[in-house]
């Protein structure tokens, strides 16, 4: 496994932190990893140790105002500037690999910026991975404040405390001007899941306190994608990859994934 640190520079200017990691074998795909709120890709080591090894490489970067990026901590302008940073950062990884597939994998919040993405690229993807997101069923009620993210991500005591001593995640209250930023494109998740028609598979735990069980059942449900696949793990919490069965979470992901390739 090859395994290289990089940046570019994203709208204003912004330096963005990204990583890729190369199987020495034939490529069989790219997995784009669009991490969460709050933390950083350095986070996807059981995701990486996984399918790199199975000839996947894994590229991905820090968002703006997330672990080793530019930008002030957890703060955006716009929800949107996510999306400009992906687009480049996109670009960069289709010169490097110009023939190769490429996958894009959301998790949490970037869930939500690869849903808010993927519409506009559908012709540039060759699928959609979404893990721990998904949209708020129309009648529910906004989603109440988190205040320990720590013990939303894993029953596994290690990986939580490990989040909470991580010194690349953030872990103080959201800046007030970042909820006005992410207000507008909150409503406009349901109509654009709606557009999405790549291959899509959507993961979640059952037993994640942010709701991620229904917000991805009602994913699937407005998605028009003639191919989804929803995929929900009995007791899991948020992110599913660090949780002790993440085994069986990589081999239906694997499963889906060649298949596709």
Known sequence: MKHLGRSFRGLGGLRIHTQCWLPTGPLRAVLLLVHGYAEHSGRYANLVDYFVPRDYAIYALDHRGHGR????????DSFGDYLADLKTYFDLVRTEQPSA???LLGHSMGAMIATAYAPAHQHELDGLIISG??????????PAPVADLAATVSRDPAVVQAYRDDPLNY????????????????????????QITLPIIIMAGSGS??????????MYEVV??????????????????????????????????????
């Open 209 to 218: 306190s942010l709701g991620d069980g229904p917000r991805s059942e009602a």
């Open 224 to 261: 028009t994608s003639p191919d989804k696949t929803l995929k929900l793990y009995d007791g899991l919490y948020h992110e599913i990859f660090n949780e002790p069965e993440r085994a069986l979470v990589f081999a239906d992901l694997e499963a889906w994934l060649d298949s596709r390739c």
């Open 101 to 103: 597939k490429i996958f």
């Open 171 to 194: 872990h103080g209250p959201p800046p007030p001007s970042r909820a006005e930023a992410m207000k507008g494109w909150r409503a406009q998740l349901r109509d654009l899941a709606r």
């Open 69 to 76: 990026s530019e930008g002030e901590r957890v703060h955006i």
């Open 133 to 142: 997101g998904g949209i708020a069923r129309e009648d529910a009620p906004p």
